[in-house]
């Protein structure tokens, strides 16, 4: 008994930690682009923008932002739904092509692009806490893991019938899933913890709207890996919602932010790189 009390003031006293931090979270700088952007994600120090339109990424220092080089992506079809994501360790740059239902890999030091075939229209990619990648897919609305050395399929789990238009999910150092999703014809707007038998164990959303336990397109996610806290993009509503591990709301920021479309948390500089499909990037310090 001692000890569940015990477990319960070290939650909340994390959790007010993380409230003070983020009601200090402040936009240091804002990164201005000339092309529309389908993906923010870094490796070490480097910051890389997804940019449509010019089959390149842009590449940034995670401290100074101006003068950035490219990497060519030639033949890359934009694409609204297409996204990036990165691993430390395999030293890649990972590119959901939605037109082509296919992984572009991008390997950091030879510049060699491996194309990777998945089973659906890939929305958003994250890496799994193993290193692997997780492909968040529409049509038929499932997360398949694919393995980091072969491009192979090592898992695929559908997703609820409830959940029916998945846009990006990440595996949680508990292996469980948090998935934000949004159908506009239904109305139903969320983001759902999902444990790996596929049930639902906690949501936060549901009919679209701007109030309190409400989102309007949630359609990218961060994960806090000190704190297991949820980042959401809620694009209409034009904020970053922040949740706890059982998606209960923390608080809402929206300073300097138009149509939020994704996310990407640098752990080690506490910073927030908030990207808008418009070619903005605004940089969030925690």
């Known amino acids: 008994m001692q000890l569940t009390r015990d477990l319960f003031a070290i939650a909340n006293f994390l959790l007010q930690v993380v409230k003070i931090a983020f009601a200090a979270a402040r936009v240091v700088n804002m990164i201005s682009t000339k092309n529309e952007m389908s993906g923010v994600t870094s490796v070490d120090d480097k910051l890389f923008l997804l940019l449509d ?8 220092s995670v401290n100074k932002f101006k003068r950035p080089t490219y990497l060519d992506l030639s033949g ?12 430390v360790r395999h030293k890649c740059l990972y590119m959901s092509d939605s037109h082509n239902r296919c992984i572009r890999r991008y390997d950091l030091a030879s510049s060699a692009i491996s194309k990777w075939s998945v089973p659906g229209k890939p929305h958003g990619l994250s890496v799994t ?3 692997n990648l997780l492909v ?5 609305n499932k997360l398949v ?12 789990m ?10 990006h999910g990440i595996e949680l150092t508990t292996g469980e899933f948090v998935v934000c999703h ?3 014809y239904s109305g139903i707007q969320g983001v759902c913890i999902v444990g790996g038998d596929g049930k639902v164990t906690h949501s936060y959303g549901g009919q679209t709207g701007s109030d309190v336990g409400q989102l309007n397109s949630p359609c990218h996610l961060a994960v806090d890996k000190d704190s297991q806290f949820i980042f959401v993009a809620d694009r209409i509503n034009e904020r970053v919602v922040l949740l706890n ?20 948390l640098h752990q080690s500089a506490r910073r927030l790189f908030v990207g808008q499909h418009s070619g903005r990037v605004t940089v969030i310090q925690l």
């Not at 893991?145 to 695929?156: F, I, P, Y």
């Not at 591990?245 to 990407?264: A, C, D, K, M, Q």
């Open 182 to 184: 949004g159908d506009m």
């Open 129 to 131: 806490p193993s290193g």
């Open 53 to 60: 339109g010019k089959d390149q990424i842009a590449v940034y």
């Open 158 to 167: 559908p997703m609820p019938s409830d959940i029916r238009c998945p846009w």
């Open 145 to 156: 893991e694919l393995s980091a050395d072969s491009g192979q399929c090592v898992r695929n």
């Open 136 to 140: 968040t897919c529409f049509k038929p």
């Open 76 to 87: 890359f079809k934009e694409d609204s739904f297409n996204d990036m994501t990165s691993c």
């Open 245 to 264: 591990s059982t998606l209960e709301i923390v608080r809402y920021f929206s300073e300097g932010l138009s149509r939020p479309f994704r996310l990407h």
